[in-house]
């Protein structure tokens, strides 16, 4: 009996364990979905310019508008990475990228690439016509 339990453990654990990832994943980039939204929201409704700065280096993002009467931070949890920052430009990958949203302007395009430890990837996109965030699931 005690050794039918340790096998089908044995066997269930390594997909329990993928679940919880896949699960952790979705909810840090849920949470990167979340900082842009607000930043973007800053933007329109106190009709400032909001600066967003990424940084791969770090795993950090940083939102902040010109009077710093806004100012958040969100670093992201040990095990989690930011891969890339889309648009691609001609800048060191380890220099934090800045994005400005203005009010009233057209939201900049963003893609930010977050993985976990395990190599599993989310895509946190920021479309500029329909200023709608989103993450989805990279293969």
């Not at 929201?41 to 950090?60: H, L, T």
């Amino acid at each position: 009996m005690l050794t039918l339990i340790a096998l089908v453990t044995g066997i269930s654990y390594p997909s329990a364990a993928a679940g919880v990832e896949s699960l952790r994943l979705r909810s840090v980039s849920d949470t990167v979905v979340s900082f842009l939204n607000t930043s973007i929201d800053r933007a329109s409704r106190r009709q400032q310019v909001i600066e967003v700065w990424i940084s791969p280096k770090d795993n950090v993002l940083i939102a902040r508008s010109p009077d710093l009467e806004f100012s958040r931070r969100l670093d992201l949890p040990d095990g989690y990475r930011i891969l890339a920052i889309l648009p691609a430009a001609e800048v060191n990958l380890n220099e934090p990228r800045r994005f400005l949203m203005y009010p009233g302007g057209t939201v900049p395009r963003i893609g930010i690439e977050i993985a976990n430890r395990a190599g599993n990837k989310r895509m946190v996109s920021v479309d500029p016509f329909t200023e709608l965030t989103r993450a989805t699931r990279e293969p």
